[in-house]
Structure formats: C-alpha cells, structure tokens
C-alpha cells in the first residue's frame, strides 16, 4: 500500500515524527530489552466501531525502521467497521516494530476518530441535500491529514487555506467600511472564488450585488436559515456555520442550504481506540 496525498510529504512527516519520538539517544528500553535479531507479528485492531483513516500512513513508519516489514492490509480507508475488527497484519523486527509502533498508533487513531466524527455527522443529513464541509480549525502541521480523514468520514473539503479562495469575515468587513465595500475589493484584486461571512439577511443583497460567489450564514437558527436560503434564491452556494452540532445538524441541513461546515470535526474529534498486540516468532 502506498499512501499518497497532494501537497503532503509523507517521507518528511514520517522522518520527523520519529525523530521526534527517538531524540538523541533512540529507543533505549527496545535496544536493552530485545535481542537485535527478535522477530515479532502483529496485529492492529479496534476495540471501536469506527471508520478507519490513515493505514498507509502506519505502513511508512513500520517500514521507515524496517524495509523488509511484512504488511497485510485487512481493511481499507474509508471502510466502516465494527469493534473487534482487525485491521492491519505485522511481521518484522521487533525492535523496529516497538519503535515504530507508538507513532503509527497515535496517526491511525487521530486520523480514524475524525473519519468516524465525520461519519456520523454525514449520516445525520442524509437525504437532505445539503454537503458536510470541514474547516480550517486544524492542529498546525496536520491540515492535510485531518482534511483527509474528514473526506474518509464523508465530507467534503473547505479551503485547504488562506490562498484558495477568500473569506471576508466581520473583522475584513469592519475595516473596509461594509460588505459590499470588502467584496468589491476582492473583486477588484482579480479573486475569482469570494466567500462571503453574514451574520444578518440585511448583508445579503449587499454581498450579491458587489459579487460574492458563496455565502456563509453564520450562526442563523433555522428560520432565519431558510428565509435567507429563499432570498438568495440560488443565485450562490449558500452555507450554515457556527456551532453546528450533531443534534442541530438535520435542521439546518432541511432549510435548504448548499452546505454545513463543522469546525468540531477536526477540532475536537476524540481518537479512536485502536491497539496493536505483538507475539514474539520463533527463532
């Protein structure tokens, strides 16, 4: 398995992440321990129902410490599985599969408790017509890891930054002198995708008419959802955002717009219980 995803490194990730764990003095209580020749096989499973992101991932860092690693893919990224369920077979070094297995551990849970969130925020608006987006509300370092758990979950990626698309937010608009004012400054820079945040129906027609090409609602209950939803009349994406939740979900979903962020998808995800048990081989 080869695990590949623009814009990310993956050899830089791995090297760093392990470095990070091996300091200067690297695993001093595996080189003490266990004899340099011991083999061990493994297996990582999970004690949750979750949906597993980040695989290919635990694969590089197992071979980063052991090239002749033998690896047997059980399920796929993406997959939705029951708790019990195996999902990756080990076999190799066991010092390098000690030293490894922390790092890849920690990735595979991160990534595969914002997939399973994710999930479970997708499934609640089934059927409505609305598509779950993601935010910038990311550790610093992990965007591109986190944006593609949500995607594993079923969602689909926000801008990945600040250079993708412009969002003009309350403090933009404070300081240009009004809505209309920031977006005809955007437009005027030659931005082709301005995304637009208003916290009133008032800011709409403003926004519309100096060409913003999306609108974020932000923090409208549901009434004041769909009566924007209807002046805007699909003239632009439209988008509910601001502390969505997943009882509140559905309801904003049914009013008619385009799409929901959720910032709580990658900002605060809880990691998915996820093991790894080793068995010494023979000699």
Known sequence: MSFELPG???DSFVRATLAEDLGEGGDITSAAVIPAEARFSGVMDSRDAIVVAGLGIAEAFFRALDP???IEMLVADGQRVPAGTDLMRLEGS????LTAERSALNTVQHLSGIATMTRAYVDKIVGTG???LD???TIPGLRRLEKYATSMGGATNHRMGLWDAAMIKDNHVAVAGGVGAAVARAKAAGIASIIVEVDRVDQIEPALAAGATHLLLDNMDAPTLRGAVTLVGGRVPTEASGGVRLD???AL???GVTYVSVGRLTQSAPAADIGLDFT???A
């Open 248 to 250: 509140t979900i559905r």
């Open 280 to 282: 010494e081989m023979p």
């Open 8 to 10: 990310f490194d993956l």
């Open 94 to 97: 066991a010092r390098a599969m």
């Open 253 to 255: 979903a049914e009013t």
């Open 68 to 70: 002749e690693v033998g």
């Open 130 to 132: 609305a598509t779950l």
């Open 135 to 137: 935010t910038r509300k």
